[in-house]
């Protein structure tokens, strides 16, 4: 009887590994960078939804016009710094490249910003929707290097009331997975 069990569990494995569902998460949203320059921001990530729960990437947070990826992480994501007594969704801050609000480099493991859904989620794989994004860091140098070799660095300034971003979850791979790409069209007028 045991080795009937066995030989009938074994057909039955790629059946069960392979009932997972696949996302995209996108949203997009216009914001000012510490030069002041109104840029597209786009947020977005990845899931797979299966029997084990919800697995995801880490949540990207590109700008417009800018080389510069933050990289928000929560626990499961092996974060290098979490917000004193909270195992949220946070992005930590690079001490050659942040600044605090006093204007000095930021200590290693410095959080320099946070995603929230106003709930309790804390990871990626339980947000909502509407995402709450907290920047407290500013670029050390808005750009690096001269003329056509130069690279811009900025993200969304720094600010205590929350950026809010919508975000829609599509099928992986479907006709409305499309996350924003920002016109380079603005890049080239500065």
């Not at 004193?84 to 969704?89: F, K, L, N, V």
């Not at 801050?93 to 320099?112: E, F, I």
């Not at 599509?170 to 069209?185: A, F, H, L, M, Q």
Request: hydrophobic content about 30%.
């Amino acid at each position: 009887m045991r080795n009937c069990i066995r030989l009938l569990w074994i057909p039955l494995l790629p059946v069960l590994t392979a009932c997972a569902s696949y996302y995209s998460h996108y949203g997009s949203l216009t914001v000012e960078t510490p030069t002041g320059k109104a840029r597209q921001a786009v947020i977005s990530w990845e899931s797979e939804e299966g029997i084990g729960g919800v697995n995801t990437t880490p949540i990207r947070l590109e700008t417009q016009c800018s080389e510069r990826v933050l990289v928000f992480r929560d626990p499961t994501h092996a974060t290098e710094c979490q917000k004193a007594g909270d195992s949220g969704i946070v992005w930590c801050g690079d001490p050659l490249q942040d600044l605090n609000g006093s204007g000095q480099a930021v200590a290693p493991g410095t959080v320099c910003g946070q995603i929230t859904d106003g709930g309790k989620a804390g990871q990626v794989g339980e947000l909502g929707n509407r995402l709450q994004v907290t920047i407290s860091c500013w670029p050390s140098e808005a750009t690096v290097g001269q003329g056509d070799d130069s690279i811009n660095l900025e993200y969304p300034r720094a600010s205590t009331v929350p950026y809010q971003f919508v975000v829609k979850k599509v099928t992986r791979g479907s006709p409305e997975d499309r996350k924003p790409v920002p016109s380079i069209k603005a890049c080239k007028d500065d």
